[in-house]
């Protein structure tokens, strides 16, 4: 009878636990279908923290994945912080670092061309202290 009983209480505690988690998970955020090139090739993008501020980063990151481009490093660079973001455009694709820039509503002023001949991404977000502070809401 008490083992009925505590199997019985089992279950029920598993069941609330179940609808309790599943009404205060975040519903997962829709994406942008991928960003391509010119030449069909999906957009990859280097963020780089340059701000000073931890985890800046990271927070550029999650919004270009979401708005559809292919982040493949993170890193974290060395010297004093950018007080102004910029996209360094690394494949000479100055419509598409345009893009780029608009979609982290940067000004057209904020682009670089910088392209090194060993490169293996299309575009470089090195992160500021202004973008630190008003990445835009995902």
Do not use: W
């Amino acid at each position: 009878m008490n083992l009925a009983i505590l199997s019985l209480a089992a279950i029920l505690i598993t069941i609330s636990l179940s609808a309790i988690l599943s009404r205060t998970q975040k519903p997962a955020k829709a994406s942008m279908p991928p960003k391509l090139t010119a030449a069909g090739k999906v957009i990859q993008v280097q963020v780089v923290n340059r701000s000073g501020v931890p985890g800046a980063a990271m927070q550029v990151t999650e919004y270009l994945r979401i708005q559809g481009y292919d982040v493949v490093e993170i890193a974290t660079g060395r010297g004093q912080p950018l007080v102004r973001s910029y996209v360094a455009d690394r494949c000479g694709d100055s419509v598409r670092a345009a893009q780029l820039v608009k979609v982290l509503s940067l000004d057209s002023g904020h682009v670089r061309l910088e392209r090194p001949s060993n490169a293996y991404v299309d575009f470089t977000v090195f992160v500021g202290r202004d973008l630190a502070k008003s990445v835009p809401a995902n």
